[in-house]
């Protein structure tokens, strides 16, 4: 199993682009979720999901979208990208709920400029 | 609402002493709590769990926490450092099942 994999691991944009990170899984895993996490903030949910086609919102949405059209593909995709975005981003997942273990994935540096 | 606090964001230990790192949650009802731990430029890994079972929680690589009610703490502990615990350590608290809430890290530095 390759487990959580992200794409890419670091990526530079100027203000205003748009860019979508990838996340996938191989555990068949129901529960996946996008967090940012920046300097003494820890991590700060962004979307979840309980399984395909079903998405909601976490602490920080906004600025960024998501979909869920398998199992296994779970993109975070920036709209617009601004400076406050710069952040590491990890994705996870988990058999069916966050009180599951959570398996993260390896992160994505993200600058914007 | 649901918060949790690291009273620590650095602390420093000696190879083979003991490792407390302190973290207090506030939650309305009986929330499950855990412990992460991210290795330099890596993801995170779970150390431990709590979800209202033993108050005694005892994870991977010799760590536990205990759960204290009175106190709103869920303390981690581990009775002899080891080089390779240098990391930062996060404790989590969650009273809905899709929401987890991340508290600020500790920093752990271990010296030889």
Known sequence: ?113 | AQSVTQLDSHVSVSEGTPVLLRCNYSSSYSPSLFWYVQHPNKGLQLLLKYTSAATLVKGINGFEAEFKKSETSFHLTKPSAHMSDAAEYFCVVSEDTDKLIFGTGTRLQVFP
Not at chain 1, 17 to 34: G, I, P, R
């Open chain 1, 1 to 113: 199993n390759a487990g959580v994999t992200q794409t890419p691991k670091f990526q530079v944009l100027k203000t205003g682009q748009s860019m979508t990170l990838q996340c996938a899984q191989d555990m068949n895993h129901e529960y996946m979720s996008w967090y940012r996490q920046d300097p003494g903030m820890g991590l700060r949910l962004i979307h979840y999901s309980v399984g395909a086609g079903i998405t909601d919102q976490g602490e920080v949405p906004n600025g960024y979208n998501v979909s869920r059209s398998t199992t296994e593909d779970f993109p975070l995709r920036l709209l617009s990208a601004a400076p406050s975005q710069t952040s590491v981003y990890f994705c996870a997942s988990s058999y069916s709920t966050g009180f599951n273990e959570q398996f993260f994935g390896p992160g994505t540096r993200l600058t914007v400029l």
